[in-house]
């Protein structure tokens, strides 16, 4: 491996090192440390660092070991490079962030329906979405990915709307949060629907143009526990970069930085809406 290839991944080596460290130094101040929070916001708080711990490992082994589950491609040869085990290993990250994004509306949706609505189905929709992953994973089936990829979309939906309604009643340090979340859901929802799951799409008619493409789901089990194909080539990986460069930094940061946000819970008493 050499060239721009080397380069990016050791960017995703040193982006996942220091997601450590600082996931370490948020881990000190908010487990060994005293701050000057209610009791339930903390304990809400340290939830959400535990589930950033697994969001932060997952990626940090995903980082160090890249690998492309459809294609059955990675960037090296070792016995952890089977699809399997990294599909498990995001399989369980991302549900913790799901869980975390769950946690954060759930307290705001004490008087506020829609975030309460938010928080109830976000994580079922992602459950779902993952079983979806699977199957896209095991059959090589792109149309699988694109609807998996179009439910997180709907999932970043439906916290934008959860974000934008606890707005109102929020006090100025939670206001800012809340834009900045909102912000975030909504690029994430454009990048989603202008780039990724058109991706997929495009990937789904080409393979279709090309024949089936589908694996028996026999053939598909059996590739997922056998060494991935070892590939060094850019444009191999080239299409892929851009998402999974985005997954090991800016949503890392993200999940880190929700153990800190201020209190969702409306500041002015109002009636459930």
């Known amino acids: 491996m050499e ?45 959400l660092l535990l589930l950033s711990a697994g969001y932060v490992a997952g990626c940090a082994f995903r980082s160090l070991l890249p690998m492309v589950d459809v294609e059955r491609m990675c960037l090296h ?15 369980i990250a991302e549900l913790c962030f799901a869980m975390q994004w769950a946690l954060l509306l759930r307290e705001g949706g004490t008087v506020c ?3 309460y609505f938010a928080s109830r189905l976000i994580v079922p929709l992602i459950a779902v979405a993952e079983l979806f992953s699977w199957g896209a994973v095991i059959t090589s089936n792109y149309l699988l990915h694109a609807i998996e990829n179009s439910l997180w979309t709907v999932a970043a939906v439906l916290a934008l709307c959860g974000f934008l309604s606890l707005r109102r009643n929020a006090a100025a340090a939670t206001a800012r949060f809340l834009n900045a979340a909102s912000i975030c859901a909504g690029t994430y929802i454009l990048f989603m ?20 493409g589908s694996l028996p789901i026999a053939e598909g089990l059996r590739t997922l526990f056998s060494q991935c194909n070892v590939v060094h080539d850019w444009n191999a990986w080239r299409e ?11 949503a890392v940061w993200i999940s880190i930085a929700l153990a800190h946000a201020p209190s969702l819970k409306p500041t002015r008493k109002s009636p459930p809406r």
Request: proline letters at 5%; one cysteine or more; a positive charge.
């Open 240 to 250: 892929d970069i851009p998402w999974l460069t985005l997954y090991f930094t800016v």
């Open 77 to 91: 040869h070792t016995w952890l490079s089977q699809i399997a085990v990294g599909r498990t290993v995001a399989t």
């Open 193 to 212: 629907a202008t780039v990724d799951v058109p991706m997929y799409l495009s990937r789904w008619q080409q393979s279709g143009a090309a024949g089936d």
């Open 3 to 47: 060239g721009a290839l080397l380069t990016w991944w050791l960017v995703l080596c040193s982006a996942a090192a220091a997601n450590i460290v600082v996931w370490t130094w948020s881990a000190r101040r908010i487990l060994f440390r005293t701050p000057s929070w209610p009791r339930d916001q903390l304990s809400t708080r340290r939830r």
């Open 113 to 115: 329906k829609p975030a």
